[in-house]
């Protein structure tokens, strides 16, 4: 089972950027490294998948060290509206996969 | 909105009671999944159907049970619930024919599950 290890919390600033690392050291060859961001009372929301190296979408980045034991979602410049859950997913089949605790992500002014 | 319905919001029910939550995608993905999140825990991956059978069963109590009737449709039927199953419900959606996690998922708004 690729079990996942995030911080339980973080805090920001606004306009800083953020990284947050999950740690999966079990992954498989076949998994993929999945981030999702969750706020109250709402269901998770896709920010970025990857499998290996980086990955950069209009809202992130995810970066990948060649061994895949963990990865670091970034976020550049963040605003009051980023605080949230976010959660590290790992696995391809859905009985072998696992979200972590989730990393809250708390952005001050 | 992601295209995800889930109804209703919020329950409350007694433990002899018997009730069903709804979900309804409109996407048309090819998977579908439950989700229990509790208070301070992670997601917790219930059930997965694809192309409506069932290709997940994570060890849930029987007192939970699954009805996929079609690709757009998902229900969760409860009966005899615990205190202990309160909790808010989530399903998601994605693409995947296999009903895998490396798909993106799309989730609705969840249910919010009080048992007395």
């Known amino acids: 089972l690729a079990k996942t290890t995030q911080p339980i919390s973080m805090d920001s600033y606004e306009g800083q950027e953020v990284n947050i690392t999950c740690s999966h050291n079990?992954?498989?060859?076949?998994?993929?490294i999945t981030w999702y961001q969750q706020f109250p009372s709402q269901g998770p929301r896709f920010i970025i998948q990857?499998?290996?190296t980086k990955v950069t979408n209009e809202v992130a980045s995810l970066f990948i060290p060649a061994d895949r034991k963990s990865s670091t979602l970034s976020l550049p410049r963040v605003s009051l509206s980023d605080t949230a859950v976010y959660y590290c997913?790992?696995?391809?089949?859905?009985?072998?996969?696992?979200f972590g605790d989730g990393t809250t992500l708390t952005v001050k002014p | 909105e992601t295209g995800v319905t889930q109804t209703p919001r919020h329950l409350v029910m007694g433990m002899t009671n018997k009730k069903s939550l709804k979900c309804e995608q409109h996407?048309?993905?090819?998977?579908m999944y439950w989700y229990k999140q509790s208070a301070k825990k992670p997601l917790e991956l219930m059930f997965v159907?694809?192309?409506?059978?069932?290709?997940e069963n994570n060890s849930v109590p029987s007192r939970f049970s699954p009805e996929c009737p079609n690709s757009s449709h998902l229900f969760l039927h409860l009966h005899t619930l615990q205190p202990e199953d309160s909790a808010l419900y989530l399903c998601?959606?994605?693409?995947?024919?296999?009903?895998?996690?490396?798909?993106?998922?799309?989730f609705g708004p969840g249910t919010r599950l009080t048992v007395t």
């Open positions: 990857g499998y290996k």
């Open positions: 997913l790992v696995g391809t089949n859905a009985g072998k996969s696992t």
């Open positions: 159907y694809s192309l409506e059978e069932r290709v």
């Open positions: 998601a959606s994605s693409q995947d024919p296999s009903g895998s996690l490396s798909y993106e998922q799309y």
């Open positions: 079990n992954i498989a060859t076949n998994d993929y």
């Open positions: 996407l048309g993905h090819n998977a």
